[in-house]
């Protein structure tokens, strides 16, 4: 499938401009040669991390530099980087699907997983030199060595280009003395090469180094303790200090002062993998909590036929259908971006870089997303299991400690969500994407008078369908009110931002799930999809209750008296099912086909 | 203050009664003796837990014990227990309060005060005979001996009743001989008696007796190892098997086969402990939280100057307030009906049985509210604390922790959700509170013409009372309609019974958060209390969308065509504001307050 511009939307268009479902693709969609790298890890995970998962928990570090030797020497390290740095070279959508399906096990590994793989290994694939991506990228894409991503300090969190850290050219012009404590640091305790992000003199943004790091041999670093954490317990975490550690000035990544933008794109990246990361974790959780559900007996009555339990598997599968929906959506619109670059004469670096950061936004969305639905996923697998899910027996407890951090790194989710409606709304006014257009038609409709026409929403999801081009309308309405209103001060109504961002989220992932169930409905049949379109149906419903409920929220704050009550009956509007579907019954229907499979099964 | 039958609500009533501002307790209402007996709790809590915190992390069960010990010593432990048999003889709201400021060190030190003064304590004090009192009751309330109880078995959790562990008579008549296995025993590590059920024979249901236990004499009692749990760490909770254990036959409780009242009637008390239990917690949880925040700086900025954290700063702070407000005002009913009875010639044992029995549905709603919200409430400590919320080293992720295991013991949310429904429809058959008159009325407005005048909302709390009001109707229509749909099988419909779960904890919350205020406003002013006033507001705001999205799924469900579209619409008018609160500057009010102020300050 040869991908041209035409074709590819552009990152955060998915807003304004209509998805075919022929235009998404999906997990159906994978290739033999995904399919079988899916397998692999698959097994991979289960031999090697599942079966040890009691080791991890009792935080043996060792175990976790073990398997991520042996993903190493398997090539799973390497699925994303070039075959000339001895990767696989494989596609965006082989590197999602080998961080979604490696990642379930247990968060130390994926943690482990995640960090080298991406920012400890991308700045280098992104932005390194010739010279600098022969000497490194092969060592890291085998598991020779490992790497670790050093931008976090004590004092420069989210507010990472605030770093203290410092890099002092030497007087002969040969090296730099890096000085400084940063904080969080993980892989620490096994990496061979940190990327360290220091500040050259007054520099406004830092710089980033590679640094190699040789335990007998420490050059000025040392690492603190372990640090004990609520959850990812056998994740290596440490502070490491760096106390005159000579690096050489051919180990600058990109120029002096690029580091913010190399920390700022690797975390670009990070993120929709970090989405992925969380995929399978919630399958499996969904998979463990029906086999226990279908098991477990009271009153006579396996609790899988509570109505009660059945909400939960319900909406647990709808959440982890709608995250997979638009993870792979997006991972295919990466990789065609990429391609389409490479085609008009891009390097392969430059390509990545540039397809990556196109859909910054949806990697933001993505990842709030998904690591908050895996969060409610475990919560539930818990309460599914009643007591035995407090137990360190049951593997629920774990996954929900695990599940807590993907929500504070990579950029803490409320970071991420006003950077989603902060990008979108800079890419508006660069002209990349046309909001101004599509707000000011939505504002012409306001004042209309609206149409009382029923229409014919016969067919599959033509009501669905309607109603995700209706939040749209609603976002834009929301958000253009409220840029209206505050301008370039918008910035600092961050309750509006994070509403405005809410409502993008659930649109996203909303109209992934609708588009996925659409195309592969096409291919097979309503009837093959049935439990399907339930799930899509169902998160479409409480996407609509959000949209209203954080819309109203904005307008209400943001605009008075004729303009609130017009923008109110707007949002009605833009919220109002002709149809309501009823969801106690999707739920049913979804509950009993996860019941029979006794799995997560789409 | 005298309480009469005529002043006192009903269990239940609430909803379909109108209750004055003067007619509820609030904190504010403490006496002298209940604010020392707060003070004296919380320098012990401080002194003897808070500074031991790590230990209980550690799994220092000894130390549980030791500061149970202690507590007895202190008399904390004999709180609720008359004189005669050497407790303080306090009312129900010390009881309550002791309870609340006890608990919020660590969970682990307060299920096993939960556990020993609750359902390891109250089966003697409400169903034991005066020998068994005299006997046992000094003992336990002075600390000398600690409680189990002994109810759930691998097979028997939510049916409780459903246990399989035997009581055989002994041939002479003088014992029984208890086999058995039960399981998640609190204290089981450190108890020298357990309340355990049985059954015998073929008996419908079990039968409590009163088991002493004694490590040096097992008397056919083993202990299984102890538990290793996601919380509540320090917290003895072991398996407990007995084998020919003999029970002389005085040590029954109350008749045979009344051991399930027992554990029901039991756990009615417990319940609302449980959630003032959480209260203290959420308090602690806000309090540290904001002290970091005005501490934290990133972006130059102390954190706590952000919208995204003045919103959490909000909701915590609001939550917490409403929670006091409900446990509270639940509390007081409860010792006012206790005194009513004791007035009109009920023995302490049989008034107080009977006063908290009438409010069950309380006691569940406050169960369910109070343990979500303090999970809520770590979950954004946690978050507000960025990366450290995620280490050891700082009392979020334990507080996340702990707070897990108030949604699953005491009877599952589940559980509780349905039975606040279930107990309020049993009572409107038995004619103790009149659901079907008011239910009927609401029926003939919807009918109507709705009145369009707009009503003088300018005096404080007016719209929100009616909004209340309206709410209530939205509850009766909803319910009303389920009920008339389904009859007797409302049972097997689960997800309805549970929306209708969420709509009455709401409107119980919100209204006593309301008229706590309004209370408190009219002993002080409206300056003075704009803060409670702004959360009174943002409570009910949210309260608001709660009952409308939940009524909405409800309706769609059970009613169809034109039925389904006046309900809807009935739906609308009753969730609808004259004027929409702006909760954005509700929250921005209620974060100053606190941050100002750097703690929970209510
Ligand atoms: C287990 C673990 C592993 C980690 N691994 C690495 C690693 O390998 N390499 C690395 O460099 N870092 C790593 N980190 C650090 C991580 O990226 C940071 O913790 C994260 O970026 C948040 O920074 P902080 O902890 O300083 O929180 P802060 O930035 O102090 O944030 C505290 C709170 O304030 C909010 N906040 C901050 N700024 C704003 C703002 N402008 N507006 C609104 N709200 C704001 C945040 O959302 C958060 O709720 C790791 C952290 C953990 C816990
Ligand atoms: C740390 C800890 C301490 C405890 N302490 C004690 C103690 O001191 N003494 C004691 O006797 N017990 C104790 N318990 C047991 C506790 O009360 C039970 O775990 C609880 O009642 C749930 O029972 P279960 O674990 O068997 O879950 P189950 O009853 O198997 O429930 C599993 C799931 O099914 C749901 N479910 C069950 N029945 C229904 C239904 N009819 N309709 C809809 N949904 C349903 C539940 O809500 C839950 O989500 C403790 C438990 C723990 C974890």
């Not at 247990?106 to 997983?113: D, I, L, N, V």
Request: glycine share 8%; with cysteine.
């Amino acid at each position: 499938m040869e991908a041209t511009e035409k074709d590819i939307l552009r990152g955060g268009q998915f807003l304004v401009k209509e998805t075919k479902c022929e235009d998404v693709f999906t997990p159906e969609d994978f290739s033999e040669e995904q399919t079988m790298m899916k397998d692999a890890v698959m097994e991979f995970n289960e031999r090697e991390i599942i079966a040890n998962k009691p080791r991890f928990e009792a935080k043996d570090y060792a175990l976790t530099e073990e398997v991520m030797r042996k993903a190493g020497e398997l090539g799973f390290l390497g699925v994303a980087v070039p075959e000339a740095y001895d990767g696989l070279g494989m596609g965006f959508v082989s590197t999602v699907l080998t961080c979604d399906y490696i990642s379930s096990g247990t968060g130390s590994f994926s943690t482990a997983f995640g960090a080298h793989t991406g920012i400890g290994t991308m700045p280098i694939t992104l932005y390194g030199t010739e010279e600098q991506k022969q000497k490194y990228v092969p060592k890291l894409a085998t598991g020779e060595w490992f790497g670790a991503y050093c931008l976090t300090e004590p004092g420069a969190g989210s507010d990472a280009n605030s770093g203290k850290t410092t890099a002092e050219l030497s007087a002969d012009g040969k090296s730099y003395k890096i000085n400084g404590q940063k904080m969080w640091i993980s892989n620490a305790g096994f990496c061979s090469l940190m990327i360290v992000f220091a500040r050259i003199e007054n520099d406004k943004n830092i710089t980033g180094f590679i640094v190699e790091y040789d335990k007998e041999n420490p050059n000025g670093i040392t690492l603190g303790e372990e640090e004990h954490k609520l959850g990812i317990r056998a994740s290596s975490t440490r502070q490491v200090f760096f106390n005159d550690t000579v690096v050489p000035v051919e180990n600058m990544l990109a120029g002096r002062g690029e580091g913010f933008k190399i920390a700022m794109n690797a975390l670009n990246v990070g993120r929709i993998k970090l989405a992925a990361a969380c995929l399978d974790s919630q399958r499996r959780i969904l998979t463990t909590a029906v086999t226990y559900a279908n098991e477990r007996k009271q009153f006579k009555t396996p609790i899988a036929d509570f109505g009660a339990i059945k909400t939960k598997l319900a909406e647990m599968a709808a959440s982890a259908y709608a995250g997979e929906s638009a993870t792979y959506r997006a991972a295919k619109n990466i990789e065609d971006r990429i391609a389409l670059r490479v085609a008009s004469g891009n390097s392969h670096q430059e390509a990545e870089l540039k397809g990556v950061e196109e859909y910054a936004i949806e990697c933001s969305i993505l990842k709030v997303a998904v690591s908050e639905d895996v969060q409610n996923c475990a919560d539930e697998g818990i309460q599914i299991f009643g007591g035995m899910g407090f137990s360190e027996e049951t593997p629920m407890e774990a996954a929900w400690r695990d599940a807590r951090i993907a929500r504070i790194y990579e950029g803490t989710n409320e970071i991420n969500r006003m950077l989603t409606v902060g990008m979108l709304v800079k890419k508006a006014m660069k002209g990349h994407v046309d909001l101004l257009g599509p707000a000011q038609k939505v504002q012409e409709e306001l004042m209309g008078i609206p149409s009382f026409d029923t229409p014919d929403y016969s067919e599959l999801f033509s009501e669905e369908k309607e109603m995700i081009k209706k939040l749209k309308k609603a976002f834009l309405m929301v958000a253009g009110g409220a840029v209206q209103k505050y301008g370039q001060n918008l910035e600092d109504h961050q309750q509006l931002l994070i509403a405005a961002a809410d409502i993008l989220i659930e649109i996203y992932m909303a109209e992934s799930a609708i588009l996925r169930t659409e195309k592969n409905v096409k291919r097979t049949s309503e009837k093959e999809q049935s439990a399907q379109i339930a799930m899509a149906k169902l998160y479409l419903y409480h996407a609509v209750d959000i949209v209203e409920e954080k819309g109203k929220e904005s307008i209400i704050s943001f605009a008075e008296g004729d303009e609130q009550r017009m923008m109110l009956m707007g949002l009605k509007r833009f919220t109002k099912y002709a149809n309501y579907p009823d969801i106690v019954d999707l739920r049913i229907e979804i509950a009993e086909k996860v019941k029979a499979e006794n799995k997560y099964c789409f």
